[in-house]
């Protein structure tokens, strides 16, 4: 299984973004997915999480209303819409995927994620 992120980059102090992830190698409608981001110095953090059929979400406080989880199992491809974007958003986004859950899962600790993509980058300027 290979994940692979991206759509990361520069966006100014209440801009938007959407960061993709596109998995390969594996039954992809079969696997919780999750978001994590990881800033300078800091150790990394659950944003967001999303069951197999996507009917389940769960969000980090820091992020809950502006930013949206989304999958597409047509497409093996979860997404990070990230809207009304801070300074404090600014880190390494990893998306990642727990291949042992159960439909209706959501999961959003860092341990039980099997597969980890290699991040995308994503600054907000001030």
Excluded: H
């Amino acid at each position: 299984v290979q994940l692979q992120a991206s759509g990361g980059g520069l966006v100014q102090a209440g801009g938007s973004l959407r960061v993709s992830c596109a998995v390969s190698g594996g039954a992809f409608a079969r696997y919780a997915m999750g978001w994590f981001r990881q800033a300078p110095g800091k150790e990394r953090e659950f944003v967001a999480a999303i069951s197999w059929a996507g009917r389940r979400t769960s969000y980090a406080s820091s992020v809950k209303g502006r930013f949206t989880i989304s999958r597409d199992n047509a497409e093996n491809t979860v997404y990070l819409e990230m809207n009304s974007l801070k300074p404090e958003d600014t880190a390494v986004y990893y998306c990642a995927a727990d291949v042992n859950t159960v439909s209706g899962a959501v999961v959003v600790d860092t341990t039980p994620y099997d597969y980890w993509g290699q991040g995308t980058l994503v600054t907000v300027s001030s």
